[in-house]
């Protein structure tokens, strides 16, 4: 081969190389990608079923409910509405009622069954995602018919 | 009083640096020596600045001063003594302090070990890290300054965060930071080549050592960062493709690709443009990550600091680095084509392969990670990319690198006969398939097609890395002498090598055979997994110096033997009120027996039902002990002979060259 084939052959290598890599990776993206819903969107919009999603609330106090072994079941809500949501695992340490709490999974006859819960280390974080949706056209984080769920059910 | 003079430490360093970037680029424009000679002594005085604020720092913590205000929000007066020690970088202010000292640091190791380098090159080079470090210095101090003052003064500090009170945490972050900021090395060393326009052999055997060393540290720092987040986040995970994980990822495989081209220049005066591409990539991707760690627009564990202004600062910073360097590069790269034959099948080639399956890599980690913000930043949405996307295209492009190990040493430079190759690969090949094929049977674990594909790799990598040994001791009649003269190049290279075999098997053997199971017990019952019975035996309240914990107890069975008794506790942190898990584990080489308390069931269930995480893993160790020997290989390599003498020689043909 001349030198000219070579560095040819070795640039088709490198292209194809990236073409690999861009291949496993939009595949992996479209399979892996999870949007960030609230309560009020999944009941407003209608998700499909078995789409995997990522869902952000406040866990309503007082609605923690234990099952058999692990079982857990809880409403989630934000300002506007609330989702019934199936757990079957161990929550986080700082899974409390009353406190933002991110899960993800998919919904399954008007429940939203969660395969992780996440609760982030700090007694007043808010996951950014979640207080991003919290926060209304003012710009303030008032969430007044949430806190008089809140009040009504403590 | 002190915390005054730290502050005041900082703002003179400034000045230093600042010295120490225009000094000796006057210097080298006017090609004056004095000029020049500015550059080292303004860069250790920098060092003794910032070191002492560093110490006035530590100092406030020690003594428990709350009027720093860093130091009321990041201590407590419970706090034993070593974590208070450390706990200058448990956040953000601190953190960049650290890697400041760092920065400093290594500046002033380049002064005292290059005294024998060209001296437009080293005053090019320091000029590079003063300016880094005017950037820095500005950012700590104009952002995040860790000495600003508390009034009225707090009572107490509001206390360390608890996930940070682990013994992984004392080491974890210097060493990572040791190893990102490492890489600015490179990159000064590339841009002083960029602007002398020389960038030859001895260039690259300056910039080895540096490099390598630089990468060690970073090995060490993520595989410490894994170990620690195993123990300590209480879900028995050890990596989790989380943004900041990421960060120090992708210029870990820069770096590594980074280590190999430097060979190729230095041995083969090839692919010179490219390394210079990958020493700035390298130093790109930290500043990447101190951008994405810092600017707080991640969801992750690690982002503490959620200030924009600092995110902003720091992207700036970032722009403008990165602008200049590539410019410089745009401009000044094309005179470093080389016109040398370049052979695919030879160690060169072989050795662009690993660098383009690495720098794809990085690619890909890369495109996970910023993605989800710029969809963020467009108002597109809001998505995650998870694990396993980074497993499914990371696996596929990191395998063919571990088949390309094997041959690194069989195949020599400039050009190689494949049957001789051949002649030399055969027989290792024949025994990865063999004992791949028989190793999870002979461990007792179910076939596993992947498992099987991974265990070949790992022992075709392990094999080939031994062998190299052998042949060179078999080579001399001697076989002593054979082995003592070996040089430590060759021996780095192996262990590092033999290190990322035992670090394959791990993770193929503990990815595909973990057994876990989240399981609800109540005193005297057990759980049974691959054979061994958990057996719960309840919890007991207990104090810690600054916190309570529930003390659970676990016996481990097999075959109705006692194997470990296992201690997971549940600890409230008193000044927070934070709960932590602190996790049990027995480990051996073959497996890991992992036990966290999850919750109390029911804080009224008289029964005392709990839930609990009961893992076995096998191998797990496999993966850091994989890491750890290949930093060990990294510190075997950077020491080699060969770098200090070759230096006098360097210095000497090159101010001969500069006579004529």
């Given at each position: 081969?001349?030198?000219?084939?070579?560095?040819?052959?070795?640039?088709?290598?490198?292209?194809?190389g990236?073409?690999?890599?861009?291949v496993?990776?939009?595949?992996?993206?479209?399979?892996?990608?999870?949007?960030?819903?609230?309560?009020?969107?999944i009941?407003?919009?209608?998700?499909?079923?078995?789409?995997r999603?990522?869902?952000g609330?406040?866990?309503?106090?007082?609605?923690?409910?234990?099952?058999?072994?692990?079982?857990?079941?809880?409403?989630?809500a934000?300002?506007?509405?609330?989702?019934?949501?199936?757990?079957?695992?161990?929550?986080?340490?700082?899974?409390?009622?009353?406190?933002?709490?991110?899960?993800?999974?998919?919904?399954?006859?008007g429940?939203?069954v969660?395969?992780e819960?996440l609760?982030?280390?700090?007694?007043?974080?808010m996951p950014?995602?979640?207080?991003?949706?919290?926060v209304?056209?003012?710009?303030?984080?008032?969430?007044?018919?949430?806190?008089?769920?809140?009040r009504?059910?403590? | 009083?002190?915390?005054?003079?730290?502050?005041?430490?900082?703002?003179?360093?400034?000045?230093?640096?600042?010295?120490?970037?225009?000094?000796?680029?006057?210097?080298?424009?006017r090609?004056?020596?004095?000029?020049?000679?500015?550059?080292?002594?303004a860069?250790q005085?920098q060092?003794?600045?910032?070191?002492?604020?560093?110490?006035?720092?530590?100092y406030?913590?020690?003594?428990r001063?709350w009027?720093?205000?860093?130091?009321?929000a990041n201590?407590?007066?419970?706090l034993?003594?070593?974590?208070?020690?450390?706990?200058?970088?448990g956040?953000?202010?601190g953190?960049?302090?650290?890697w400041?000292?760092m920065?400093?640091?290594?500046?002033?190791?380049?002064?005292?070990?290059?005294?024998?380098?060209?001296?437009?090159?080293?005053?090019?080079?320091?000029?590079?890290?003063?300016?880094?470090?005017?950037?820095?210095?500005?950012f700590?101090?104009?952002t995040?300054?860790?000495?600003?003052?508390?009034?009225p003064?707090?009572?107490?500090?509001r206390d360390?965060?608890p996930?940070l009170q682990d013994?992984g945490?004392?080491?974890?972050?210097p060493?990572l930071?040791?190893g990102?900021?490492?890489f600015?090395?490179?990159?000064?060393?590339?841009?002083?080549?960029?602007?002398?326009?020389?960038l030859?052999?001895a260039?690259?055997r300056?910039?080895?050592?540096?490099?390598?060393?630089?990468?060690?540290?970073?090995?060490?720092?993520?595989?410490?960062?894994?170990?620690?987040?195993y123990?300590?986040l209480?879900?028995?995970?050890?990596?989790?493709?989380?943004?900041?994980?990421?960060?120090?990822?992708?210029?870990?495989?820069?770096?590594?690709?980074l280590?190999?081209?430097?060979a190729?220049?230095?041995?083969?005066?090839?692919?010179?443009a490219?390394?210079?591409?990958?020493?700035?990539?390298?130093?790109?991707?930290?500043?990447?990550?101190?951008?994405?760690?810092?600017s707080g627009v991640?969801?992750s564990?690690?982002?503490f600091?959620?200030?924009?202004?600092r995110?902003v600062?720091?992207?700036?910073?970032l722009?403008?680095?990165l602008?200049?360097?590539?410019?410089l590069?745009?401009?000044?790269?094309?005179?470093?084509?080389?016109?040398?034959?370049?052979?695919?099948?030879?160690?060169?080639g072989?050795l662009?392969?690993?660098n383009?399956?690495?720098?794809?890599a990085a690619?890909a980690?890369?495109?996970?990670?910023?993605?989800?913000?710029?969809?963020?930043?467009?108002?597109?949405?809001?998505?995650?990319?998870?694990?396993?996307?980074?497993n499914?295209?990371f696996?596929?492009?990191?395998?063919?690198?571990?088949?390309?190990?094997?041959?690194?040493?069989?195949?020599?430079w400039k050009?190689a006969?494949?049957r001789e190759?051949?002649?030399?690969?055969?027989?290792?090949?024949?025994?990865a398939v063999?004992?791949g094929?028989?190793?999870?049977?002979?461990?007792?674990?179910?076939?596993?097609?992947?498992?099987?594909?991974?265990?070949?790799?790992?022992?075709?990598?392990?094999?080939?890395a031994?062998?190299?040994?052998?042949?060179?001791?078999?080579a001399?009649?001697d076989?002593?002498?054979?082995?003592t003269?070996?040089?430590?190049?060759?021996w780095g290279?192996?262990?590092?090598?033999?290190?990322?075999?035992?670090?394959?098997?791990?993770?193929?053997f503990?990815?595909?055979y973990?057994?876990?199971?989240?399981?609800?017990?109540?005193?005297?019952?057990?759980?049974?997994?691959?054979?061994?019975?958990?057996?719960?035996q309840?919890?007991?309240?207990r104090r810690?110096?600054?916190?309570?914990?529930?003390?659970?107890t676990?016996?481990?069975?097999?075959?109705?033997?006692?194997?470990?008794?296992?201690?997971?506790?549940?600890r409230?942190?008193?000044?927070t009120?934070?709960?932590?898990?602190?996790?049990?584990?027995?480990?051996?080489?073959?497996?890991?027996?992992y036990?966290?308390?999850?919750?109390?069931?029911?804080?009224?269930?008289?029964?005392?039902?709990?839930?609990?995480?009961?893992?076995?893993?096998?191998?797990?160790r496999?993966?850091?002990?994989?890491?750890?020997?290949?930093?060990f290989g990294?510190?075997?390599?950077?020491?080699?002979?060969?770098y200090?003498?070759?230096?006098?020689?360097?210095a000497?043909?090159?101010?001969?060259?500069?006579?004529?």
């Amino acid at each position: 081969m001349t030198k000219r084939q070579k560095r040819m052959v070795a640039v088709a290598a490198l292209v194809a190389g990236l073409a690999l890599a861009a291949v496993f990776g939009f595949t992996a993206f479209r399979k892996n990608m999870m949007y960030f819903y609230t309560p009020t969107d999944i009941v407003e919009h209608k998700v499909a079923e078995h789409a995997r999603l990522r869902l952000g609330g406040l866990v309503t106090v007082g609605s923690l409910k234990r099952g058999e072994g692990l079982n857990v079941e809880f409403t989630l809500a934000d300002c506007e509405k609330s989702l019934p949501v199936r757990y079957d695992g161990i929550l986080p340490d700082l899974f409390r009622e009353g406190q933002g709490i991110v899960a993800t999974g998919q919904m399954k006859d008007g429940t939203f069954v969660a395969d992780e819960v996440l609760a982030k280390h700090d007694e007043n974080y808010m996951p950014p995602d979640l207080a991003k949706s919290l926060v209304t056209a003012d710009g303030k984080h008032s969430c007044a018919p949430f806190k008089s769920v809140m009040r009504a059910a403590g | 009083m002190i915390p005054e003079l730290g502050h005041f430490a900082l703002i003179a360093a400034l000045v230093v640096a600042i010295l120490q970037a225009a000094v000796p680029a006057l210097g080298v424009v006017r090609r004056d020596r004095r000029l020049m000679a500015v550059a080292g002594s303004a860069a250790q005085t920098q060092f003794a600045l910032i070191f002492a604020a560093y110490l006035c720092l530590s100092y406030a913590f020690v003594t428990r001063d709350w009027s720093v205000a860093y130091v009321a929000a990041n201590s407590h007066s419970d706090l034993p003594l070593v974590y208070r020690a450390t706990a200058v970088w448990g956040a953000h202010e601190g953190s960049m302090l650290l890697w400041m000292l760092m920065l400093s640091g290594w500046s002033a190791a380049v002064s005292v070990f290059n005294r024998r380098l060209p001296p437009d090159l080293v005053a090019t080079a320091l000029a590079v890290l003063g300016a880094l470090s005017i950037g820095f210095l500005l950012f700590i101090l104009l952002t995040s300054n860790p000495f600003d003052l508390n009034f009225p003064v707090p009572e107490d500090g509001r206390d360390l965060n608890p996930l940070l009170q682990d013994p992984g945490f004392v080491i974890h972050p210097p060493m990572l930071y040791m190893g990102y900021v490492g890489f600015s090395v490179a990159f000064a060393f590339a841009i002083a080549a960029l602007i002398s326009g020389r960038l030859d052999a001895a260039w690259a055997r300056w910039t080895r050592p540096w490099t390598t060393t630089a990468w060690l540290f970073l090995t060490c720092g993520i595989t410490l960062g894994s170990w620690w987040a195993y123990n300590e986040l209480g879900w028995g995970g050890w990596w989790f493709w989380d943004p900041v994980e990421n960060a120090s990822f992708m210029p870990w495989l820069v770096g590594t690709a980074l280590i190999h081209s430097l060979a190729v220049t230095e041995k083969r005066d090839q692919m010179k443009a490219w390394t210079v591409l990958l020493a700035i990539l390298a130093f790109a991707l930290s500043l990447l990550g101190t951008f994405l760690v810092r600017s707080g627009v991640l969801v992750s564990v690690h982002a503490f600091a959620t200030d924009p202004a600092r995110g902003v600062f720091i992207l700036t910073f970032l722009a403008i680095v990165l602008g200049i360097a590539f410019t410089l590069y745009a401009w000044r790269a094309p005179k470093f084509v080389s016109q040398a034959d370049f052979a695919l099948f030879s160690r060169e080639g072989l050795l662009l392969l690993n660098n383009v399956f690495l720098v794809v890599a990085a690619t890909a980690v890369l495109l996970g990670t910023l993605y989800p913000l710029v969809i963020d930043a467009l108002n597109a949405g809001k998505v995650s990319v998870g694990p396993p996307y980074f497993n499914a295209v990371f696996i596929p492009l990191t395998a063919p690198l571990a088949v390309l190990v094997g041959f690194a040493s069989a195949v020599g430079w400039k050009r190689a006969k494949a049957r001789e190759v051949w002649k030399r690969m055969r027989a290792p090949a024949a025994i990865a398939v063999v004992l791949g094929l028989a190793l999870p049977w002979l461990l007792g674990h179910p076939t596993k097609l992947v498992a099987i594909a991974g265990g070949m790799l790992a022992l075709w990598v392990i094999v080939t890395a031994l062998q190299e040994i052998v042949r060179r001791v078999r080579a001399r009649r001697d076989r002593l002498q054979g082995l003592t003269q070996i040089p430590r190049a060759v021996w780095g290279m192996t262990i590092a090598h033999l290190g990322l075999g035992v670090w394959v098997l791990g993770i193929s053997f503990v990815s595909l055979y973990s057994v876990e199971k989240d399981v609800r017990l109540g005193p005297g019952q057990a759980a049974t997994l691959s054979g061994y019975d958990f057996l719960f035996q309840g919890t007991e309240p207990r104090r810690g110096p600054n916190y309570d914990a529930d003390h659970g107890t676990v016996e481990v069975r097999r075959d109705g033997r006692t194997v470990a008794t296992l201690t997971p506790e549940k600890r409230l942190y008193h000044a927070t009120g934070q709960l932590m898990t602190e996790s049990s584990v027995d480990h051996n080489a073959l497996r890991d027996l992992y036990v966290a308390l999850g919750e109390p069931i029911d804080k009224n269930n008289a029964a005392g039902d709990w839930a609990l995480r009961v893992y076995y893993k096998p191998m797990m160790r496999l993966v850091w002990w994989g890491g750890f020997i290949m930093a060990f290989g990294g510190l075997v390599a950077a020491s080699d002979r060969r770098y200090r003498l070759a230096k006098l020689r360097e210095a000497a043909t090159s101010g001969a060259e500069a006579a004529a």
